[in-house]
């Protein structure tokens, strides 16, 4: 049996009538279907309906929508009082409260009243569509579908097939979501789906870092934004989110996966948690808010330049190279030695590794050694990681020398990756891994964690960009340092790396 989304007598239900249900009866009354919207508590449909109704408005005085169209959608909207006047629907999409017990109520009294091919659709976005349609007598007409908030401005939906979801549902909710105007992208139902899985990389890796006192918060979000391309900082994120919404996410997605290493929350965000430092909707987390703004520290000047010699290692030619070149043209004296003289600075440029190692691999004296990040280029941004006996005088000679033509530069404290490649790395891998694992195309991949999330490249887009091989050398080195699951690389990863092809190559 199928259902053909783009007939012009398509009829939707909305049980739950928030924030989420609301703007998918936005949505859905612009694309030309009627919706009828229920909502348990008395009033609470009518109010939506109002709501809807002005937002259509507004978008005729941006003029987005004309006045005819809107007029067309505002009646297309119809209050219903109970669970039987949903008997017209083609698909039924649920937003009601994010409990499993309460949403296999609701389809298991729905059955009784729809037609035997109407959709049952949930917009859950943590719970299992699978166990939601355990509770069915015909689980195969029910299928995830979870918009994200708010849903007009956020185009993107994750059409979720659980194990005995009919292929024809899954079709006819990829044409509904067009017609709406969003980009569906296709899943399996698993923790997270894509969109919240993808994310464990970013804000979780930070934390990390964080955890183990390699800089601040300010530094880090500087580097991500900056250096990696990030519209924010992983902290400002955690902020804006509120941290007990995204502390609930890391700890279900963990405990979901049977604590997967790659997942593993800190303690940190629990402690804030506790606290109440959830963000800028309480005015205080990892930064304070005045007037809804964080109150950020500002970045103290370079120090001033002195006469002592930087000299370049070349174990990594193409990155010695691009520093030496760097350096040059600011006009800093350099040490143009095999090996560094006896009071030269010495740069290193690994790719996973922390400067003690490298100095000690190289047969360098660690007291006078600092490793500098060049996968991201060095046009922007600098990270500079000293080593723990880096003396106070080299550091501000490699300091002064990297900010000497004004680009500013972020010093941290050691550690394996340094700040973006750790975090770029760890979003990688996890993408590569729900490709792996087939949870979804690697094109839906980067589509959702575009959209999704607002990141610069999709996770294999971004592994693609900088280089599998370059992404595959920091996850090994920094798995065979830390000695920490969390950073074995994805078996998508490493074959791919290893035949020199795009990470998006699907299997013939």
Known sequence: MTLDANQSDLVLGIVGTGAMGRGIAQIAALGGVRVLLLDAREGAAQEARDFVGKMVDRLVEKGRVEPAAADAAKNRLQVVGGNAELAPAHVVIEAIVERLEPKQELFRELEGIVKPDTILATNTSSLS???????????????????????????????????????????????????????????????????????????????????????????????????????????????LTGLDVSHHVMESIYDQYYQEPRFRPSYITRQRVAAGLFGRKVGSGFYTYKDNKPQQPSEPPAPQGTDVAIWVSQADAEAGQAL??????????????????????????????????????????????????????????????????????????????????????????????????????????????????????????????????????????????????????????????????????????????????????EEN
């Open 129 to 239: 569509v699978t166990a939601i349609a355990a509770g069915c007598e015909r689980p195969e007409r029910v299928a995830g579908f979870h918009f994200f908030n708010p849903v007009p401005l956020m185009k993107l939906v994750e059409v979720a097939t659980a194990i005995r979801t009919a292929d024809w549902v899954a079709d006819a909710l990829v044409t509904l979501a067009h017609r709406m105007g969003h980009t569906p992208v296709v899943c399996t139902d698993s923790p997270g789906f894509i969109v919240n899985h993808a994310g464990r990389g970013f804000g979780t890796e930070a934390v990390r870092l964080l955890s183990e006192g390699v800089c601040e918060t300010i530094d880090i979000d500087r580097v991500m934004r900056e250096v990696a391309g990030f519209r924010m900082g992983p902290f400002e994120l955690l902020d």
């Open 324 to 505: 030496r070149a760097v350096l040059e043209q600011a006009g800093v004296r350099l040490d143009p030695g095999a090996e560094p003289g006896p009071d030269s600075v010495c740069l290193v440029t690994p790719l996973g590794q922390d400067a003690t190692t490298v100095a000690l691999e190289q047969g360098l004296d660690p007291s006078r050694t600092l490793a500098v990040d060049t996968l991201f280029g060095l046009d922007r941004r600098r990270t500079l990681m000293r080593t723990p006996v880096t003396t106070p005088e080299a550091r501000e000679a490699a300091h002064a020398a990297l900010a000497k033509d004004g680009t500013p530069v972020t010093v941290i404290r050691d550690s394996a990756g340094f700040i973006a490649q750790r975090v770029v790395a760890t979003i990688v891998n996890i993408g590569c891994d729900i490709a792996q694992q087939r949870i979804a195309a690697p094109a839906d991949v980067d589509t959702a964690v575009k959209l999704g999330l607002g990141y610069p490249h999709g996770p294999l887009g971004f592994g693609d960009t900088l280089g599998p091989q370059r992404i595959l050398r920091i996850l090994e080195n920094m798995q065979a340092y830390y000695g920490d699951p969390r950073y074995r690389p994805s078996p998508w990863l490493k074959r791919r790396a290893m035949l020199g092809i795009s990470l998006t190559t």
